[in-house]
């Protein structure tokens, strides 16, 4: 089963005052765009450049940012978090995932950290992965057709160190469901199945005209 044949309750835009998401065809470019800052986002946190390099790329990302001022837009009209095709959506914001499966039974993802992402030692900020766990977790809900929720809670267990520019995979299912709540699980694993990190958490769905 696929995401498009995952229908939500009638009511799931009603939950809350969320706008309505739909996927989002900028055009090639967009996803050139997204590809070269995520690389600008490493570079950032690990080049060690002379002084008037440090001045002709900050006059370059002055540039960048006076090119795009114009175009700021309200939450779900731009293209970031609405490009399915993209890692992470296309969202900057979001670790650069991509959906393998998406069905009621569970939802899996891969991710490949980098140096953007690292807390020492090369390892993966410990910071990061409950925003990973977070983005599953919101997978996890739409995937099982509740409505909109937002999370109460998230309790991560960091198994072994997480490792940069190595394939990872992240899985999340719903364990159960309580009224309003919704009783969710997830775990990362590397490669040969060691998990490295787990979480469970607390999802509750939204009243008609809560943000």
């Not at 089963?1 to 939500?8: L, N, W």
């Amino acid at each position: 089963m696929s995401a498009d044949d995952i229908q939500p309750d009638p009511d799931y835009y009603k939950h809350g005052g969320f706008p309505k998401f739909q996927p989002a065809d900028p055009g090639p470019g967009f996803g050139r765009f997204v590809e070269a800052m995520r690389r600008i986002q490493d570079l950032a946190v690990s080049a060690d450049a002379d002084s008037d390099t440090w001045v002709t790329a900050a006059e370059r990302a002055e540039e960048l940012a006076a090119l795009l001022e114009p175009f700021e837009a309200a939450e779900g009209v731009g293209p970031a978090s609405r490009v399915p095709d993209l890692p992470g959506g296309g969202s900057l914001l979001m670790p650069p995932f991509r959906l393998v499966t998406m069905a009621p039974e569970g939802v899996e993802v891969t991710v490949q950290f980098s140096r953007f992402h690292v807390g020492g030692n090369y390892a993966v900020h410990g910071g990061v992965l409950p925003l990973m766990f977070d983005s599953m977790f919101g997978m996890v809900i739409h995937a099982t057709g509740r409505p909109i929720s937002r999370t109460a809670f998230l309790h991560v267990d960091y198994r072994n160190v997480t490792p940069i520019d190595v394939a990872l995979t992240v899985r999340g299912w719903l364990d159960r469901v309580e009224g309003r709540k919704a009783f969710v699980n997830a775990e990362l694993t590397a490669p040969d199945g060691t998990i490295l990190a787990q979480a469970h958490g607390l999802m509750v769905r939204l009243l008609p005209g809560q943000p």
